[in-house]
């Protein structure tokens, strides 16, 4: 049995944990996960299947730069002895300098950017990425086009760099939601992090524009940081009793199920799992247009739903789409044909087992372009 060692930043919730959980929970017994949380923070481990080898470990590490822990995260590969070592985002890089020289195969997963890169990379950043992973012999792994053109800038050869697109279940009887009734409060929901870059802000101010001339309610389904400051707005907006914030939930999927309607308002994202999911729901969705959310949505769609991330356009473009009920069928099905498509999650399965067997090499090349 493979042994496959794990650092994230966090391992709360996020869009890389959730990814690595739904993957852990497919391969079942197949191999052995040691997990660190730099935070030390294991909320997503409560998702984990009980057949799932899995073993949290705990390491001292200390604030200082990409090589503060190098000789504690060395020492800790010697000891533990993993096949293959993954870091997960620019919080866990020190991993590679402390694999240097190489003590065993090191893949990188960058899954995006926090606020501080959110509309162009930091050049310190990317002078360390090219020393620790183009330099380095990392290979890195990808969920977004956009994130395979800033790895090139990391001097990463196409031999070393895979596109992995997230994938999702679709269920085999999902079909696009029929136009709501005029008799209820229309949904909009949000599934994520309560992250500064997730700006729920704007959805919030947009949301209260729009309910100034529609019967909505507001579902924002998460946690994080920006909770309290997220709940005094609404206050301050006089929305607060149309707006329910659940918290953390085990299983925040099963909300998307209460949605009408889906709704992205970040200034960065990458590969969205929580839209994808709605997606494969027949949910229709409106959404910033970042990263490679405007590869996600298909183009006929796009069109109507997809906004710069401004809060005027979010508000112009949330305003348009509820004026368009009518059509709510026809995107929600492109949207649903879409995730079949391009977006299944037993092929990301596959391709990801292959990384984690040591085959990076043998992962198909998705990167050349196709139509969208």
């Known amino acids: 049995m493979r042994t496959l060692l794990h650092a994230f930043?966090?391992?709360?919730?996020?869009?890389?944990?959730?990814?690595?959980?739904?993957?852990?929970?497919?391969?079942?017994?197949?191999?052995?996960?040691?997990?660190?949380?730099?935070?030390?923070?294991?909320?997503?481990?409560?998702?984990?299947?009980?057949?799932?080898?899995?073993?949290?470990?705990?390491?001292?590490?200390?604030?200082?730069?990409?090589?503060?822990?190098?000789?504690?995260?060395?020492q800790a590969l010697q000891d533990w002895r993993p096949d293959q070592v993954f870091s997960y985002n620019w919080g866990a890089i020190e991993w590679a300098a402390g694999n240097r020289p190489r003590r065993v195969p090191h893949v990188h997963v960058e899954d995006g950017f926090g606020p501080a890169e959110a509309q162009a990379q930091l050049p310190r950043r990317v002078w360390v990425r090219r020393a620790l992973l183009g330099l380095g012999h990392a290979h890195v792994v990808v969920p977004s086009r956009r994130l395979a053109v800033c790895a090139q800038a990391w001097w990463i050869p196409a031999c070393r760099l895979r596109y992995i697109p997230n994938g999702v279940p679709v269920p085999a009887d999902a079909t696009a939601r029929p136009v709501v009734p005029t008799a209820r409060p229309l949904v909009i929901g949000t599934v994520t992090g309560l992250r500064p870059e997730k700006n729920l802000g704007r959805l919030l101010r947009a949301f209260a524009a729009a309910r100034r001339e529609h019967d909505l309610r507001l579902l924002i389904v998460g946690d994080g940081s920006e909770r309290a400051h997220l709940q005094a707005q609404a206050q301050a907006l006089g929305i607060a009793g149309d707006v329910t914030f659940t918290g953390y939930l085990q299983a925040p999927q099963e909300s998307l199920r209460e949605m009408d309607l889906f709704a992205l308002s970040s200034d960065t994202e990458q590969q969205p799992i929580s839209m994808l999911e709605a997606m494969a729901l027949g949910i229709p969705v409106i959404a910033t247009r970042v990263g490679d959310v405007p590869f996600i949505v298909p183009a006929d769609v796009g069109a109507a739903v997809l906004c710069q991330p401004a809060d005027a356009d979010f508000t112009a473009t949330l305003l348009s789409v509820l004026a368009q009920r009518d059509a709510w069928p026809r995107w929600a099905a492109a949207n649903l044909a879409r995730a079949r498509s391009h977006f299944a999650f037993g092929a990301m399965v596959e391709r990801w087992r292959l990384v984690f067997d040591g085959q990076v090499a043998a992962v198909p090349d998705l990167l050349a372009p196709e139509p969208c």
């Not at 996020?14 to 294991?42: C, K, T, W």
């Not at 390491?59 to 200082?64: D, F, L, T, V």
């Open 9 to 74: 930043s966090t391992f709360d919730l996020g869009g890389s944990q959730a990814r690595f959980v739904a993957l852990a929970n497919a391969y079942g017994p197949a191999y052995r996960h040691l997990i660190v949380a730099m935070d030390g923070r294991m909320q997503a481990a409560e998702r984990l299947a009980a057949d799932v080898h899995w073993q949290p470990m705990v390491i001292a590490n200390r604030r200082g730069g990409a090589l503060a822990n190098r000789a504690t995260f060395r």
